[in-house]
């Protein structure tokens, strides 16, 4: 199902000619509003003339998350404050949250970006959507309700915690739809086991699943135990929210929906566009916003990106693979490790709940890495040599992917701290020595 | 002619054991023959209890991996070399022990013992006359 066929389906030229069109304006709007990117421009020598289109994004300053701190809370707003008719934030882990601010053309674009996710994801107004994304300042709870809203579906705005309720009123209510995250919706998956309840009473047939990185065993375990089919979505509260790029029905990849938000994958050392299918980092110029348009944004996304025309006839670009984020990476002893690595190595041993916590310390000068890992019904075994075994498995398979070491540390299930909204996956115990 | 033997996985920290024995405690399952096997991070608590459906489904409950397995149990005959000797009839049939673990039964000594292939260890005690303990035999004594 395709929401918007013009904007969705559009040829690529005529596309490249909108874009063109809505970065002058934006650059103009930046230029004559922003006193940050007019700095920016002023230094490197740009005027506002000279930006006729797109290919000239990589001569343009990019913005990062360091300079929406600077600027906090409002610095890199385009408009007067009259004008924002709601703020979001997301809380940063360090230091101050990042906002958003949105005029009401920005919430209705929103809605229009999440309307045509949903129904990318095969959802329409008989649909009874459960948005367990936490309400309030977080983009993902407000962000899906308008954009279900605006395809004429049941709306339940449960928002986050007080799990077992949500599960009966997802049993009363004949919920269709799920909009969470995915360790969200692998801990219902466990309170509705504990509950005693089977996943098929429930008539869940789809999962609106992003707002932290997952990987595809992940997404096979949670359509295992829900009994839905999990789609991704991509968003980031500095470019809008939920809703910037979303999975077609196909699953080849996540639609960017490039005529208001447009993606560059850069290397992110030189800033440089890379080749479709190579590696680099996501950029995003959110060209048509207006509270607060960021001129390429750097989301420390590394992924890949494709502008094959998809099986659903969309044209629009998709982003292909995402490996990791470059905040959640930690450097071992000089190599490089995503978490989402690990979380592959253990889910392809299918004896392991995809719980697990990195811890690193440095001990003497060297870092240590050690993984937890909760051992599941299925695989424990009454003897010794097995549960030995097991861990010597993984550290051999982790080994192999990451080329470094690392301790396995079998332990209870549930003894991993889950949180209702995103899982902590690392502790890294070198930041409080330094 | 088999037992069942209830195992939990447990992680090498204070109290987990007492956490245990708790559980069974408050439902009032009885523990007739317990052992303990454990590494420098984690140990397997394995026992025999009289009601091992209930034992089973409230350490569950309480979110302990726990499995059961069967096992055999058999009586010590109670003179010189009994064990000895009881032991020599199963080296001889090619069977491997995993693991055995002593109880006291009726002022007797009995074994638990679980081998690569537990039925024909309970085959070859049971032709050798020895006295194999069956399920329920221990709740009843
Ligand atoms: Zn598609």
């Known amino acids: 199902m395709i929401w918007n066929e013009h904007a969705e389906c559009m040829d690529r030229e005529q596309l490249l000619r909108l874009q063109n069109e809505r970065l002058r304006n934006m650059v103009s709007r930046l230029y004559y509003n922003v006193p940050f990117y007019r700095k920016k421009f002023q230094e490197a020598g740009i005027n506002p003339g000279d930006i006729t289109g797109i290919d000239q994004l990589k001569d343009l300053p990019t913005t990062k998350k360091q300079d929406l701190r600077d600027n906090y809370p409002f610095g890199l707003f385009a408009v007067p ?30 809605s229009e970006v999440v309307a045509r996710s949903l129904y990318a994801a095969g959802v329409d107004k008989n649909d009874i959507v459960h948005v367990s994304y936490g309400y309030g300042l977080f983009t993902g709870g407000l962000g899906i309700h308008q954009g279900a809203q605006k395809i004429g579906a049941t709306v339940i705005p449960a928002s986050g915690g007080n799990t077992k309720k949500q599960i009966q009123i997802m049993h009363d209510f004949g919920s269709t739809v799920l909009a969470c995250t995915p360790s969200y919706a692998l801990y219902l998956a466990d309170t509705m086991k504990e509950m005693g309840m089977d996943p098929s009473e429930l008539k869940l047939r789809r999962g609106i699943f992003g707002a932290e990185p997952w990987t595809e065993e992940m997404r096979k375990e949670i359509e295992a135990k829900l009994h839905l089919k999990a ?24 639609h960017i929906f490039e005529d208001h938000f447009i993606p560059e994958i850069v290397d992110p050392v030189t800033l440089q ?30 992924t890949t990106m494709t502008i094959e025309k998809c099986t659903c006839g969309r044209t629009l670009a998709r982003l292909t693979k995402f490996l990791g984020r470059s905040d959640d990476m930690l450097i071992i002893r000089g190599v490089n490790v ?97 | 002619m088999l037992l069942k033997q209830l195992s939990v996985f447990l992680e090498n920290r204070p109290g987990r054991i007492t956490q245990v024995t708790k559980v069974l405690d408050e439902i009032g399952v009885n523990i007739s023959a317990f052992s303990i096997a454990d590494t420098s991070d984690f140990g397997i608590l394995r026992m025999i209890v009289d009601n091992i459906d209930a034992a089973l489904q409230a350490l569950k409950a309480q979110g302990f991996s726990v499995r059961t397995t069967q096992v055999v149990g058999l009586v010590v005959p109670h003179q010189p070399g009994g064990m000895h000797q009881a032991l020599e009839h199963v080296d001889k049939a090619g069977i491997e022990i995993e693991y055995m673990y002593a109880f006291a039964y009726n002022s007797k000594a009995a074994v638990i013992i679980k081998a690569d292939d537990t039925l024909k260890l309970v085959n070859v005690l049971t032709e050798s006359g020895y006295h194999v303990l069956q399920e329920g035999e221990l709740m009843h004594e």
């Open chain 1, 231 to 254: 789609m991704d979505i991509y968003g980031l509260t500095e470019v809008m929210g939920p809703g910037v790029a979303m999975e077609c029905e196909h699953q080849q990849g996540l």
């Open chain 1, 338 to 434: 995503f978490p989402s690595q690990i979380e592959s190595v253990l889910l392809e041993m299918s004896e392991t709940e995809p719980h697990y916590q990195l811890i690193v310390d440095r001990i003497n000068n060297l870092d240590i890495l050690e993984i937890c890992v909760e051992v599941n019904e299925a695989f424990f075994s009454d003897e010794i040599r097995q549960m030995e075994g097991l861990a010597k498995k993984i550290k051999a398979n982790i080994e192999s992917v990451l080329g470094i070491s690392a301790k396995i540390k079998l332990v209870e299930p549930k003894t991993i701290e889950r949180s209702e909204g995103k899982a902590k996956r690392v502790i890294d115990r070198r930041k409080l020595i330094d």
């Open chain 1, 81 to 110: 404050q009259s004008e924002i008719v709601r703020l979001h934030a997301s809380s940063g882990t360090t230091g101050k949250p990042t906002v958003g601010g949105y005029t009401r053309a920005d919430l209705r674009t929103w």
């Open chain 1, 273 to 302: 566009p890379v080749p479709y299918g190579q590696v680099g980092e996501l950029v995003f110029s959110a060209v048509t916003k207006e509270g607060m348009p960021l001129l390429r944004y750097r989301t420390r996304d590394l």
